[in-house]
C-alpha cells in the first residue's frame, strides 16, 4: 500500500504516539513551568537545534563515519586479541581454564530492573555457572545503563545499578505541556531530570574503574542508532572511558549511555560526535561486535594454541511474547499492538540469529562454544499503574530477578521459535 507523504508523516506520528501509550498509558503530572524550571536547573542537558544538510554534506559525514567506525572496530579487535593471549598466557602458566566469557544484556525500560537485581542474585551462585569476569560487556538501552557496573563487577557496582532502578522517581519523565504531541516538539516526554540522574550515577570513580578494565583488555561495547544514517553503531566505551580519565571530561561517556536509551520520539535524540543517536533497540536489542577475520587472526598469531571456550549468556529484560490483550477498533489500540508484537518478535529473531552463529562456530570451526540465555517469565509480576516507572513493579521485577539470578537452573539454550507457543 503506497501513501502520500503528509498521510505517511500522519501514520508515523501515530506510531510514535501509540509506543508512548504501550510504554506509559497514564497521565504524568506536568506542567510547562516545570519543565522550563528544570531545563535551567540541568544546564547539562544538549540543546538541539534545527540543521541544513545537502546531500553531498551528508555523503561526506557519512564517508567519514564509515572511517571512524572502521578504526573503532579495529582497535576493538585489536583490544580482543590482546585479552585472549593475556588469558592463554595465564592458561600456559597456571593451568587455569582457557575461556572467554560474554555477557549481553538488552533493553527494556523500566524492565532493567530484572536484569539489575538477576545480576545482583547471580553474585551468589558457586561452581561452573558462577558469575565470571567478563572479557566483553554488551548493552542496549536500559541494558547500557546496566553494563558498566556489570563491567566493573564488583558488589559495590552491583548493589548501585540494583539502588538505581529501586528508587525511580515521577519527576524522572514528563509530557510536554497539554500539547505534547505537537511535530514541532524534539519528543513527546522530556526527560532532563533522568538525564541527570544518569549523569550523576555514572561519576568519576565509576568512569575510572572502567578504565582500568579497558588496561586489561577487556571490551565495553554499547549499542546505539545512529538517526542521521539510519544506522546502528557499537561504541567501544572502555575506550572512552581511558580518554575521559585523561581528558578529565566524562561527557562523550554520558553522550553514548543516554543516546542508546533514548526511545525515538519519546525522548530527544542525543548528539555524539556531531551526529544525532537513538535508542540502541530500534536497530538491534542484542548487540555483539564479532569481527569475520577474528579466528583466522588469532590462529595465524598462535598456531600452536588452541581456540578457547566460549560462553555467551544472554540477559534479557523482556518477556519473550507480549502478553494477550484484546485489540479494539482504533487506531490506537491495534498500533500499539503491532507495536508491541514487532517489538517482542524483532527480540527472539535476534536470540535465533546468535544461536545461529554459535551454531556455525561449533559445525565450521569445531569450536567449544556454552550459549546461555534468560528471560523475564510469562507469569512475572505486572504493573500495578500505567506510570512509565511504577516503582512497586520495578521492585517486584528486581526481586523475581534476584531470585532468579541465584538459580543455575532459569538458563536456558533452546530458543522457542517465533511462530509457536512452545519452548
Known amino acids: 500500500m503506497r501513501f502520500k507523504k503528509d498521510g505517511r508523516s500522519w501514520m508515523l506520528l501515530c506510531l510514535c504516539f501509540a509506543l508512548v501509550l504501550a510504554l506509559s498509558p497514564g497521565s504524568v503530572e506536568a506542567k510547562n513551568k516545570k519543565e522550563k524550571k528544570a531545563a535551567k536547573q540541568h544546564s547539562t542537558v544538549q540543546e538541539l537545534e534545527k540543521r541544513d544538510l545537502t546531500p553531498a554534506q551528508l555523503e561526506t559525514i557519512r564517508a567519514d563515519y564509515i572511517k571512524a567506525v572502521a578504526e573503532e572496530h579495529n582497535g576493538m579487535m585489536n583490544t580482543a586479541l590482546r585479552r585472549l593471549e593475556r588469558e592463554y598466557e595465564a592458561h600456559k602458566a597456571t593451568g587455569a581454564p582457557f575461556v572467554r566469557d560474554i555477557l549481553i544484556i538488552s533493553g527494556g525500560g523500566a524492565k532493567g530492573a530484572f536484569g539489575a537485581g538477576f545480576l545482583q542474585g547471580w553474585e551468589s551462585v558457586k561452581g561452573s555457572t558462577a ?31 540494583v539502588d538505581f532502578y529501586a528508587n525511580p522517581d515521577k519527576n524522572w519523565v514528563h509530557k510536554r505541556g497539554m500539547l505534547y504531541i505537537k511535530p514541532s516538539h524534539v519528543s513527546l516526554f522530556n526527560d532532563d531530570v533522568l538525564q541527570e540522574m544518569i549523569r550523576n550515577r555514572i561519576d568519576e570513580a565509576l568512569v575510572e574503574a572502567m578504565a582500568e578494565g579497558a588496561a586489561e583488555d577487556r571490551l565495553l561495547q554499547i549499542g546505539a542508532t545512529n538517526l542521521d544514517l539510519g544506522i546502528g553503531r557499537i561504541f567501544d566505551l572502555g575506550h572512552a572511558a581511558t580518554e575521559a580519565v585523561s581528558s578529565g571530561s566524562r561527557d562523550r561517556i554520558h553522550s553514548i549511555l543516554l543516546a542508546s536509551s533514548a526511545i525515538p520520539a519519546v525522548f530527544p535524540p542525543v548528539v555524539v ?18 569481527s569475520p577475520g577474528f579466528n583466522a587472526t588469532w590462529r595465524a598469531l598462535h598456531p600452536e594454541a588452541p581456540m578457547p571456550k566460549y560462553r555467551i549468556w544472554i540477559v534479557v529484560n523482556q518477556q519473550l511474547r507480549p502478553e494477550p490483550a484484546v485489540t479494539m477498533p482504533s487506531w490506537v489500540s491495534v498500533a500499539g499492538r503491532g507495536l508491541d508484537t514487532a517489538t517482542h518478535s524483532l527480540q527472539l529473531f535476534a536470540l535465533h540469529l546468535l544461536a545461529s552463529i554459535v551454531e556455525d562456530y561449533r559445525e565450521t570451526e569445531g569450536m567449544d562454544v556454552e550459549f546461555r540465555w534468560v528471560a ?27 531470585k532468579m539470578g541465584a538459580d543455575p537452573s532459569v538458563w536456558k539454550t533452546q530458543v522457542p521459535m517465533v511462530y509457536s507457543f512452545g519452548d
Do not use: C, H, R
Open 273 to 290: 560526535d556531531d551526529l544525532w543517536y537513538g535508542d540502541g533497540g530500534a536497530t538491534a536489542n542484542l548487540t555483539l561486535f564479532v
Open 131 to 161: 558469575l565470571p569476569v567478563f572479557d566483553v560487556v554488551s548493552g542496549v538501552s536500559t541494558g547500557a545503563l546496566i553494563a558498566p557496573f556489570a563491567f566493573i563487577g564488583t558488589e559495590e557496582a552491583y548493589t548501585s545499578i
Open 376 to 402: 523475564i517469565p510469562e507469569d512475572a509480576p505486572k504493573p500495578g499503574s500505567k506510570d512509565m516507572f511504577d516503582k512497586d513493579y520495578m521492585l517486584a521485577l528486581e526481586k523475581l530477578g534476584q
